[in-house]
């Protein structure tokens, strides 16, 4: 059930690696969701690494779940792939918390952004398409730059769980992304945010300095605000537009 009997064998870090997914959309994950389910996350973690090797990325923008997989990866395997999309409309705290997470990590990490500049968007769409349409903004800025650089990739580990939002609440470990036509790991699928934020302190992680100053989830700084209720970590995002999600996780 771990991978395929004829993948080759390669090295990264201090991980060995398998190749070649043996998982598509008929796969069924139920079974290895329940082998994951109460064991320790580097047991996932390791498990991504070895089955899909150099094809297998996180994808974060640096939130606090993202960087507990980000802490664990990156002392699983030095020289982990990690993928970020800058929509150019981001906080200068979380351009800073990047560059923090560069100087302490041994990551490669890759930053993806729009083809279309601000100026340029504001040209051919509107001005502050945000406003008016952010299910578009986000799909220029967000989905389409995320889809183009998984298009290389045979699974992604996400920093998303189930607690965060109510779109959320039956996310699995691991399942197939037909959306992306890979696999997407969950793996704190079933972690709660104390848990998150009790590894982040005890642990000395960085993380965005904006949610000492209220915000829940972070996001671009048109969209994103801080919240009067800290457990409820996406009301800050879209507010009054009724948007809860940018698209890259769910459909909008
Ligand atoms: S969060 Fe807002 S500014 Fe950022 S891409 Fe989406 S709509 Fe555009």
């Known amino acids: ?59 974060t923008s640096f939130g606090p779940t993202g960087m507990v997989v980000l802490d664990h990866l990156a002392k699983l395997n030095p020289g982990v792939k990690v993928i970020t999309v800058d929509t150019d409309f981001l906080f200068e705290e979380t351009y800073a918390l990047r560059e923090r997470v560069q100087r302490r990590y041994p990551i490669q990490l890759e930053i993806r952004k729009s083809t279309l500049t601000p100026a340029v968007q504001a040209q051919l769409y509107q001005p502050q398409l945000w406003q008016v349409n952010p299910d578009l903004c986000c799909h220029l800025r967000k989905v389409m730059p995320l889809a183009e650089v998984l298009q290389g990739y045979e699974a992604w580990l996400t920093g998303l769980r189930r607690d965060q939002a109510s779109t959320r609440t039956d996310l699995p470990l691991l399942a197939w992304d037909a959306k992306h036509n890979l696999v997407k790991i969950n793996p704190l699928a079933n972690w709660t945010r104390g848990q998150v934020w009790s590894y982040l302190l005890e642990n000395d992680v960085p993380y965005n300095h904006l949610h000492d100053l209220g915000y829940g989830s972070i996001g671009c700084t048109h969209c994103t605000r801080p919240t009067s209720d800290p457990a409820d970590e996406r009301a800050g995002r879209w507010q009054g537009r009724g948007k809860v999600e940018c698209g890259i996780h769910y459909s909008v």
Do not use: C
Not at 13 to 37: C, K, M, Q, R, V
């Open 1 to 59: 059930m771990i991978g395929p009997d004829s993948a080759t064998h390669l090295t990264q870090g201090n991980i060995t690696l398998l190749s070649a997914s043996p998982f598509s959309a008929e796969t069924d994950f139920s079974e290895i969701n329940h082998y994951f389910a109460e064991r320790p996350l580097n047991d996932l973690l390791a498990w991504s690494l070895v089955t899909f090797g150099s094809k297998v990325a996180l994808v």
